[in-house]
């Protein structure tokens, strides 16, 4: 599973693998076709941006406590920065009490922990 930058395929399951409080929807529809992309979080969070125009330009608009489309742009900054692993460069490690996904060796500096879900869907 990885993220085609230039088609856009897999975009859907990065999201939904890196932010476990999201759900990604089009919006608005013109001839059939999606006009925009809408992300919600679970803490009423949202963005949408729409599809490029026909001179390139995308518009954002958000709203909520966090600011979803700083956080997505500096995860893409720094995927780029990582040189855009792909998936199978990632790793995790599970422990009773704890989680952190890691970049090419459980050992490497390169590691994130991830929030607990306890108690989220109980």
């Known amino acids: 599973m990885g993220l085609d930058t230039a088609t856009g395929a897999g975009r859907e399951e990065w999201l939904d693998q890196v932010y476990s409080d999201i759900s990604l929807c089009y919006t608005g529809f013109k001839d059939g076709q999606p006009?925009?992309?809408?992300?919600?979080?679970?803490?009423?969070?949202?963005?949408?941006?729409?599809?490029?125009?026909?001179?390139?330009?995308?518009h954002v608009s958000e709203g909520g406590p966090?600011?979803?489309?700083?956080?997505?742009?500096?995860?893409?900054?720094?995927?780029?920065?990582?040189?855009?692993?792909?998936w199978d460069r990632f790793g995790l490690t599970v422990t009773e009490d704890h989680q952190r996904v890691w970049l090419d060796t459980p050992t490497n500096i390169r590691t994130w922990s991830l929030p607990s879900r306890a108690g989220r869907d109980e």
């Open 35 to 58: 006009t925009a992309t809408s992300i919600r979080t679970g803490d009423v969070s949202w963005e949408e941006v729409t599809l490029a125009d026909e001179d390139g330009t995308h």
């Open 66 to 86: 966090r600011r979803v489309w700083r956080i997505i742009e500096d995860t893409h900054a720094l995927w780029n920065n990582l040189g855009q692993p792909g």
